[in-house]
């Protein structure tokens, strides 16, 4: 991680409100500032400068911890190996959605806090922002205390609620196969996890009463609420009058249309937008888009899916590519309320990319005024500055 100087970048299109100019940028320490000519100048012609990327949810750092579901690694060094991934890859803060679930294994309670400990431990290692969304499943309603004392010690800022339960019933009648390989993964038998679906089904009578009363404790804690999968617009409705805002994945047009009419923020996975459509079915991310029913983008579970669906969308001009990347930067930094960061203005966060518009290539990535990842010909200009400040040190 190696600090810049007083810099000034020149010569670049850099993305300043919704539109990529010909002006320069100025970094010093940890912020983005007004420039000066007594800085030293960068020259990045040919090159476009975009604000960091900015992830609400993404569960790709799974995959650093087991690369197979019988060979976990780590969490510590997981983690540090998912940092190097989304610098690669533009991202500058990202929340890891980790799951609290009754379906045991590495979605179990004890396996969110164990991440959120590796977390803490390494802290001071991150050159990304790196952050725990919980996906807390609602049939638990056993774990009100359990989760509010987590809340507090891990200083959590973001929730978001997910029923599971529908699809894992239907998967039990109808497709045993993929319920049995669901149960091994987690370390259950296909008896053993319907044992525990079916006991969890049981409070379904108490859930909304739980529901209501654990997220006024969120919410006076401070904790970002939202939804996962709303399938129609009076389950957004129930989300929306506990105080989860954040509506994520829906699965309808309606319920996303519902969310849009209430001013809530509806967020899309990034691999929809690249694929073509849901890997499991659903509505496609990118009518949202074109019909102005999404507001952000997440990468879900495929981390470099964020910086190729912002360039999918401007290949179909469903939007420019400025308007574009705003829904994988400016936009998930406002809806999370980080008014640090998310532009490319004087008092934000130095968070930002550098782009080949060419090659569509991220060259460098800089974040919190730190270079986490440079490549190629950017590399060569980058670094320059940098060493010429250590060897006068």
Not at 20 to 47: C, F, H, K, N, R
Not at 170 to 182: T, V
Request: with cysteine; charged share 20%; aromatic share 6%.
């Amino acid at each position: 991680m190696t600090t810049l100087p007083d810099l000034r970048l020149t010569g670049a299109l850099c993305l300043v409100g919704s539109t990529l100019e010909d002006t320069d940028i100025a970094l010093s320490g940890e912020q983005i500032v007004a420039p000066s000519t007594q800085m030293q100048t960068l020259d990045l012609t040919g090159y476009w400068v975009l604000p960091g990327i900015v992830d609400l949810h993404g569960d790709g750092f799974e995959r650093h911890i087991r690369p197979r579901p019988s060979a976990p690694f780590d969490k510590r060094a997981a983690l540090l190996a998912a940092d190097t991934e989304l610098a690669c890859q533009g991202v500058t803060t990202a929340w890891f959605a980790q799951s609290w679930s009754w379906e045991g294994g590495a979605r179990s309670p004890d396996e969110a806090v164990a991440l959120l400990d590796a977390r803490r431990q390494i802290a001071q290692r991150l050159g990304t922002d790196i952050r725990i969304q919980l996906r807390f499943e609602t049939h638990m309603p056993r774990d009100h205390a359990a989760l509010m004392a987590v809340v507090r010690e891990y200083h959590l800022d973001y929730i978001v609620f997910n029923n599971h339960l529908p699809e894992a019933l239907d998967m039990a009648r109808n497709k045993p196969d993929r319920f049995a390989i669901w149960a091994g993964s987690n370390g259950h038998t296909p008896d053993t996890l319907l044992a525990i679906v079916e006991e969890a089904h049981k409070a379904d009578p108490d859930i909304p009463a739980f529901l209501t009363g654990l997220a006024a404790d969120l919410v006076a804690a401070g904790v970002t609420l939202g939804s996962h999968d709303d399938p129609d617009p009076e389950t957004r409705a129930f989300f929306r009058g506990i105080g989860a805002q954040v509506c994520e994945f829906p699965t309808s047009v309606a319920a996303a249309q519902a969310a849009r009419d209430a001013g809530e923020p509806v967020l899309m996975g990034a691999p929809n937008i690249v694929r073509g459509g849901s890997q499991s079915g659903n509505i496609a991310a990118m009518d949202l888009v074109e019909e102005g029913l999404c507001d952000a983008l997440i990468s879900d579970y495929y981390i470099p899916a964020l910086a190729q669906a912002a360039w999918a969308i401007a290949d179909a001009r469903a939007l420019s590519f400025a308007h574009a990347w705003e829904m994988i930067s400016t936009a998930p930094a406002r809806i999370m309320g980080l008014t640090d960061r998310g532009q490319l203005r004087p008092g934000q966060r130095a968070d930002l990319v550098v782009m080949n518009p060419n090659t569509r290539r991220i060259e460098a990535t800089i974040a919190g005024g730190r270079i986490q990842h440079a490549t190629r010909d950017v590399a060569r200009r980058l670094i320059a500055p940098a060493y010429s400040v250590m060897a006068a040190q």
